[in-house]
């Protein structure tokens, strides 16, 4: 991991753990595989502490464990995963498309499972079941059967996948019989276990229960421990569900080119990509550079309905896609009327170069992006040749290139034309590579991200006294309430905090959503970034 | 290395080949870059929609409910003055022996220093030597940085039962492998 990436770790882990799992989880990424006794050493805490912070990670999918390098006679060691971790800042984005495609059910169900790392089915349906009733109106409540529909559904699209099985340390697992521990570099993916997506059968009938607003803690304790002595009852015990990142990740990159060919060309183009894209989930797999050949009849048949576009129409729609120079869509043959594939990883370096493009462009102004777009296409320009095919005069050209040379988003290239390299007779070019600078500016969102983050801890910690004192304020105006005050009580509470109070309170709030909704919107960057440059790592 | 010019710049490269002239050299460094740069273009302003503020609202709750899952580790908190309580309660923790740290030791302020040979004085009777890193990782804030668990306690006990002999326990010296790790195969020769 770069040293950005392992700050925003960091910072990530100690958002949502603590700061002891972030001490463990930073020194882990930093030392690579360590065995819980050198762990403990290197971080000065207690054992107990480090062995917890250890089953926090390994809950979540972070942390692997495995036969070291002593082999199976020696002490288990420790691996971090460290994408795992940067998954963290994404969250927000899978539970909200989880409610988009799934409804409320669905929302809570990868929430619940998102927060835990992983649970078993029936655990995770009384959980939902439990809070979709206390949001319900008085006297309904929510049947166990629904969430489990939405979290079949889930499973069957993929979306939800079983945990891989693990041997323990000491006991054989169901398949063989004396395993070793897996290599701890070499962790089971969980697709290559055969029943990955099949649905236990368990016996789970029954509806959510209201909680009583007044014992909310102990109820929540109380469930929690009642759900886990009523597992066994269910059938499904030892099987844990986590939520499949890479689904979603699949559905985030076929959501960025829909849009994209909507905002280049039409809508009824984007929903000829869209049905094309939904053709071809299943049978495509998670790398592939382009989808599976489709024919034009099978997409005229499987065009949504309410788009009825006459057969020609759609032909001609077709050739406009593949005629386009972003070439998301390309014709591989002639049979059933057109044999079309939608191309994916270059989509993706397509979208990633409009990316750098627009980056360039807010930063440096529309003609340091004319010249950077220039050198994108044509590759190597020596500085007469940029200035002229830009069409920017000299001295503006010059200054241009410099800045961007120097915030090395364009490189250099010498060409000896005599092998003592001497500068009288050697040719200078500028060039951009699109992989390296997509990098570059990978690092960079990764600090953007960590100064956010920085700065609302900040913002936070210089308004605690403020914030501690209106959260007092408000729960006295909450029992005030609740035991039926009268108007003039609670308008002398309420008084309580000063109208300047009021005002710094409001600009520190609004000041928060600002940090909070910038870490989602870079983190949409991040990811056509990150799907870029392992698309072009998968094509090796 | 200013070539033959004797006092004129000559520059070992043809600077017409790159644009550039005699006068028009950019500006040299003055310093480091300032922390917060002027900016010619004003960001592009954040997307602002239902669906980001839907996603917002998501991230901030998630946020707060992080805190009161059970994932999220507290390091251990102050109990009371041992002063005043039975030493008996006061639990063990199982240090890792580490080497002395002085640049550690002169960081620690002076109250702390009172409580770490307040600390000292009652550990030379319990025969192990307190580590003063310990402090500093629990973050020196708390006024009773001591180390406290229900479980370790037990493990106190565990220990004290082993040691129904007539040996003085502080003849002996913990090495770096008693107690911590006894869950691991001990691959360590112990001498």
């Known amino acids: 991991m770069t040293a950005q990436e392992v700050r925003l770790s960091g910072l990530l882990l100690q958002e949502h753990f603590g700061d002891v799992v972030e001490k463990v989880g930073t020194r882990l990424i930093r030392s690579g595989v360590l065995t819980l006794r050198a762990l403990a050493y290197e971080t000065k805490l207690p054992l107990d502490l480090v062995k917890k912070s250890l089953c926090v990670l390994m809950q979540h999918g972070m942390c692997l464990f495995g036969a070291g390098r002593r082999g199976p006679a020696g002490p288990v060691e420790y691996r971090i995963i460290s994408e795992r971790i940067l998954h963290m800042l994404r969250y927000p984005r899978y539970i909200y498309t989880a409610k988009s495609l799934y409804g409320d059910t669905g929302e809570l169900i990868v929430e619940e499972i998102l927060q835990r790392g992983q649970m078993t089915m029936s655990s995770t349906v009384k959980t939902v079941a439990d809070r979709l009733t206390h949001n319900m109106p008085e006297g309904q409540s929510m049947d166990y059967s629904e969430v489990v529909s939405a979290f079949s559904r889930l499973v069957e699209t993929h979306f939800l996948q079983r945990c891989p099985p693990t041997a323990s340390a000491g006991s054989s697992s169901s398949g063989a019989v004396n395993t070793p521990l897996p290599a701890v570099k070499q962790p089971t993916e969980p697709e290559e276990h055969p029943e990955c997506y099949k649905l236990p059968y368990i016996n789970l009938t029954g509806q959510g229960k209201r909680r009583r607003s007044s014992e909310d803690g102990e109820a929540d304790q109380r469930a929690a421990k009642k759900a886990k002595t009523d597992d066994s009852e269910c059938g499904d015990e030892g099987i844990y569900w986590q939520v499949n990142f890479q689904r979603f990740h699949l559905h985030f990159r076929d959501q960025a080119i829909i849009s994209a060919v909507s905002c280049k060309l039409d809508q009824t183009s984007s929903e000829i990509v869209r049905t094309m894209l939904r053709m071809s989930e299943v049978t495509t797999p998670a790398h592939a550079a382009f989808t599976q050949a489709l024919s034009a009849n099978e997409i005229f048949r499987a065009l949504p309905s309410s788009y009825n576009i006459a057969r020609p129409i759609l032909d001609q729609y077709l050739t406009l896609l593949v005629d386009d120079p972003m070439e998301f869509v390309g014709k591989t043959g002639d049979s059933g009327g057109g044999m079309y594939v939608v191309n994916l990883h270059r989509a993706l370096a397509n979208l990633a170069r409009a990316t750098l493009e627009s980056v360039v462009q807010e930063r440096f102004g529309s003609r340091s992006a004319r010249i950077f777009r220039l050198l994108l296409r044509k590759r190597h320009l020596e500085q007469k040749q940029v200035e002229d095919f830009a069409m920017v005069p000299a001295k503006e050209a010059k200054d241009m290139l410099y800045t961007l040379l120097s915030e090395n988003l364009v490189q250099l290239q010498e060409i000896p034309k005599t092998p003592d390299y001497a500068p009288s007779r050697t040719f200078y070019l500028y060039t951009v590579n699109q992989l390296p600078t997509a990098r570059l500016l990978l690092q960079h969102c990764y600090k953007t991200v960590g100064n956010l983050i920085e700065r609302r801890l900040y913002e936070t910690k210089e308004n605690k006294r403020l914030l501690e004192k209106s959260q007092r304020i408000e729960a006295i105006l909450a029992s005030l309430q609740a035991t039926g005050a009268e108007a003039a009580q609670l308008t002398e509470v309420e008084e309580m905090i000063t109208a300047p109070e009021r005002q710094q309170l409001e600009s520190l709030r609004h000041h928060i959503n600002k940090l909070d909704s910038s870490e989602n919107q870079v983190d949409e960057t991040i990811f056509l970034l990150e799907s870029y440059i392992n698309s072009t790592q998968a094509a090796r | ?191």
């Open chain 2, 1 to 191: 290395m200013a070539g033959k010019g004797r006092g004129i710049a000559a520059f070992t490269f043809n600077i017409e080949a790159l644009g550039l002239t005699r006068g028009s050299m950019p500006e040299t460094q003055r310093g480091p870059t300032p922390l917060f740069p002027q900016i010619e273009y004003k960001p592009v302003p954040l997307k602002a929609g239902e669906d980001e503020d839907y996603m917002r609202a998501l991230k901030q709750e998630m946020r707060g409910r992080m805190k009161d899952l059970p994932f999220n580790i507290k390091p251990h908190a102050g109990k009371g003055d041992w002063n005043r309580l039975p030493k008996e309660l006061k639990p063990q923790k199982k240090i890792i022996r580490k080497k002395k740290d002085t640049t550690k030791n002169a960081k620690i302020s002076s109250k702390d220093k009172e409580e770490v040979l307040n600390k000292l004085d009652e550990l030379e009777k319990k025969g192990d030597v307190k580590s003063d890193e310990e402090d500093e990782a629990k973050g020196g804030k708390k006024e009773d940085e001591e180390e406290g668990e229900e479980e370790e306690i037990e493990g106190e006990y565990d220990e004290e039962l082993e040691e129904e002999n007539d040996y003085i326990a502080n003849y002996f010296e913990d090495g770096d492998d008693y107690g911590g790790g006894s869950d691991d195969n001990m691959d360590e020769a112990t001498y």
